[in-house]
């Protein structure tokens, strides 16, 4: 069992690797999934939760841009015994503002959203907890290249 984090900026290219690659295998929890709920944390925790308790495999899909937004969500996992690998969606801010401008109206994010998550952002360290960490980037003919941190670092 384990329990992928994906970190990045909105229109980095993580849902688009999420469907691709772990869709047939993982639980998907992603805030993006209940916006309108009014304690999204709350409920992104017990959802988490739910599916480790039942032994199955989760992707969280959200910027997760600081080690304290991946603080507690690394510890749930570590209490259910989860394996925990990361994956740091390296992406440039002007491709991510480019890529959510050709969204639909609803996947939209605000630029400001971009530019804001833009400065919260702090790479992850496998010191964080992880098991494995990985860098990801997505070329222009929309192909990921995944590289494993040699050291867990984003250097």
């Known amino acids: 069992m384990e329990l992928v984090l994906l970190i990045g900026l909105q ?7 999420y469907r691709r690659t ?6 998907l929890v992603s ?11 709350r409920r992104q925790m017990h ?5 480790l308790k039942q032994g199955h495999s989760v992707v969280v899909d959200n910027t997760n841009p600081t080690l304290e937004d991946r603080a507690a969500i690394i510890g749930l996992a570590k ?3 989860a394996t925990i690998c990361g994956f740091y969606f390296d992406a440039p801010l ?3 503002l480019e890529r959510n401008r050709r969204r ?8 400001a959203a971009l530019h804001i998550t833009s400065k919260r952002m702090r790479p992850p360290l496998v ?10 980037r997505i070329s222009s003919d929309n192909a990921f290249s995944i590289r494993e941190w040699p050291e867990g670092n984003a250097q």
């Open 11 to 17: 229109g980095s290219g993580k849902s688009t690797f």
């Open 22 to 27: 772990f869709a047939s295998t993982h639980v």
């Open 31 to 41: 805030k993006d999934n209940f916006r309108n709920n009014r304690r999204p944390q």
């Open 47 to 51: 959802l988490i939760e739910e599916a």
């Open 79 to 81: 209490a259910h015994g």
């Open 94 to 96: 002007a491709d991510c």
């Open 104 to 111: 639909s109206s609803k996947a939209r994010v605000p630029d």
């Open 127 to 136: 010191d964080e907890g992880f098991d494995r960490l990985h860098r990801v």
